[in-house]
């Protein structure tokens, strides 16, 4: 593990114990103009990571709490590299009482993550990797277990949300995986997935924040992915991407194969 991954993870595992946990179910909530929640204790814990992700490495700093313009700026002058924050994802549980909610961390380079942290604090579970280096969750190697070989045995994580409705009823009427969780925060969605927690995974549109790092660290895992359009999930739109993903080639091949979408990996 490189000296700057092991800075990221403290970072994390920090502002985790100190912004997020000592907030919860004590904070109020607002809603964004896009109807998503936020609370105090998102805006303390992507303002303590401004200040420790700088003190890593000095790149621009892009948060989810940010406007749109401002994180326009970050991409567009973040060719050599720039941090990618997710202060919690996960706001509804963590406003509601689930324990099930993530502090995601990104270095992104050329468009792609090179380093992704996420840290559950309610479980005390650090996820993380570098490209090249293989994914780990805290010191183990992933994924912590194999998946089955076939679709059918798969317990599939399904936002049907934000899937075309045609699809949604049919994945309600004839789902061809054994089982389907949808636990509301995506940055752990994927790190599930690189557990194998979670076989296959179907999401109609995530934000930059919600995918930077858990996409990375189920690729280091061996998984993986492509959105429902692009040939190489990397491309395209930054802002809203699907992801279509599994844990092995072959489920993703089977999984692709079902839904109708030509043979594409990322």
């Known amino acids: 593990m490189s000296k ?26 607002e809603r964004k103009t896009d109807g998503s929640l936020f609370t105090e204790a998102d805006l303390a814990a992507q303002q303590a990571l401004f200040v420790s992700l700088r003190e ?4 621009p700093v892009l948060g989810e709490e940010m406007t749109e313009a401002e994180q326009q700026a970050v991409w567009d002058a973040g060719d050599q590299g720039f941090w990618c924050v997710d202060p919690i994802d996960g706001t509804t549980n963590f406003v509601s009482g689930m324990p099930f909610f993530a502090v995601s961390i990104a270095l992104v380079k050329n468009g792609r993550s090179v380093l992704g942290v996420v840290y559950d604090p309610q479980a005390d579970e650090c996820f993380y990797a570098e ?3 293989g994914a780990f969750v805290d010191g183990d ?9 076939q679709l059918s045995r798969c317990i599939a994580g ?3 949300k934000r899937i075309p409705r045609s699809l949604a009823g049919r994945l309600a009427a004839e789902h061809p995986y054994s089982s389907q969780r949808n636990l509301g925060a995506s940055t752990l969605d994927w790190c599930y997935l690189a557990a194998g927690r979670l ?11 919600d995918y930077a790092a858990g996409a990375l660290i189920l690729e280091e895992a061996g998984g993986r992915f492509s959105t429902m359009a692009e040939t190489d999930f990397w491309q395209g739109n930054p802002w809203t991407r699907s992801a279509v993903a599994a844990l092995t080639p072959e489920l993703l091949s089977q999984w692709q194969d079902w839904l109708g979408l030509p043979p594409r990996s990322g």
């Open 158 to 160: 399904v936002d049907f």
């Open 141 to 149: 190697p992933l994924p912590i277990k194999p998946p089955p070989g």
């Open 56 to 59: 890593i490495a000095p790149y």
């Open 199 to 209: 076989h296959i995974y179907l999401h109609g549109g995530q934000k930059l924040w």
């Open 131 to 133: 490209r090249g280096g």
């Open 4 to 29: 700057i991954l092991d800075s990221v993870i403290a970072a994390a595992r920090k502002v985790g114990r100190e912004e997020v946990m000592p907030r919860y179910l004590k904070v109020a909530h």
